[in-house]
């Protein structure tokens, strides 16, 4: 699926994580580790709830002080992998 600034994102009700000090670790569907850094974890931490794509740069954009177009770029193959892996879903 092809993720737009409307596209909602919804973490994974059983995908399993922890904390690691300032990372995480996630174990996918497959049964595979991804660990996050610092800016992975607020982009998970950020989707505990259900939101759009535009609204979550947004978000980031402002806690980072970054153009939203560069958090965007930066941010959608991370959010590919996510969904990928089916630890977030896409509607």
Known sequence: MRIDDTTTLT??????GTS???TMVLLDERGEYLELNP????VWE????PMTLGALVLLLATE???AAAQVRGDVLPF????AERG?????
Request: glycine share 14%.
């Open 11 to 16: 973490r994974n009700p059983s995908a399993l």
């Open 20 to 22: 690691t000090g300032d």
């Open 39 to 42: 800016v992975g974890v607020s």
């Open 46 to 49: 950020s989707l505990e709830r």
């Open 64 to 66: 980072y002080g970054a």
């Open 79 to 82: 959010l590919g992998e996510l």
């Open 87 to 91: 630890l977030v879903l896409l509607t």
